[in-house]
């Protein structure tokens, strides 16, 4: 079964603190994606990747940046977290079909 | 861009009923579109999905509905069940680009 797996289900950071989330996928997939979602709005998308070392910003990329060094890694990083970046956030990965598939998402409180 | 809104944030049903749950999007060129199911505390989980050159599909008690005339997507659940209580979410993909745009999600809720 294929799989993306976001390294946290919960996190709690505090304020200022640089802050990696990592997301693994194993299906050998070229595009990568990382959203947040925010009740009322929906999923928002921040950053993606089509390929290893490229990254493009999406909708909502203040104050994040990522990193894909591997083709089956890529990680979203709060430079220094901030209480507005509550929220959940989901990686999602494309292979040579349109459809994404979701990891479980981790649950990040910034304190 | 694309813009894809749902209708009705929210949609109570009786269990054993049947369930609908409808989509609008803006872009006469998108090629594909899918429903995912997000349950509390979890990613979204693919359901079904359909290509523009089709108006129908069925999978295993959903269908899903496209009306390219009027930019209508909608999901049909049949014999709703307590484990189909969540959220769920229209995804659309433009020929230009390869991303999805999400709508916002309708939860639904199953009453006993």
């Known amino acids: 079964d294929v799989k993306v797996t976001q390294s946290s289900r919960y996190l709690v950071k505090r304020t200022g603190e640089k802050v990696f989330l990592e997301c693994v996928q194993d299906m050998d997939h070229e595009n990568m994606f990382w959203y947040r979602q925010d009740p009322g709005l929906g999923l928002r998308l921040i950053y993606f990747?089509?390929?290893?070392?490229?990254?493009e910003k999406g909708d909502i990329p203040e104050g994040y940046s990522v990193s894909r060094e591997k083709k089956e890694r890529f990680s979203l990083i709060l430079e220094s977290a901030s209480t507005n970046q509550t929220s959940m956030y989901l990686c999602?990965?494309?292979?040579?079909?349109?459809?994404?598939?979701f990891g479980s998402g981790t649950r990040l409180t910034v304190v | 861009g694309e813009s894809v809104g749902l209708h009705l944030p929210t949609l109570s049903v009786q269990e054993g009923d049947n369930s609908i749950i409808n989509c609008a999007y803006s872009?006469?060129?998108?090629?594909?579109f899918i429903w995912y199911k997000q349950e509390s505390g979890k990613g979204p989980q693919f359901i079904i999905d359909?290509?523009?050159?089709?108006d129908k599909r069925q999978g295993q008690r959903v269908t899903v509905l496209l009306n390219k005339t009027v930019k209508h997507l909608s999901l049909q659940i049949a014999a709703t069940q307590p484990g189909d209580s969540a959220v769920y979410f229209c995804a659309v993909h433009e020929t230009a680009g390869n991303k999805l745009t999400f709508g916002g999600g309708t939860r639904v809720l199953v009453k006993p």
């Open positions: 872009n006469s060129a998108s090629d594909y």
């Open positions: 999602a990965s494309q292979g040579q079909g349109y459809g994404y598939t």
């Open positions: 359909i290509r523009s050159n089709m």
């Open positions: 990747s089509y390929d290893v070392k490229m990254k």
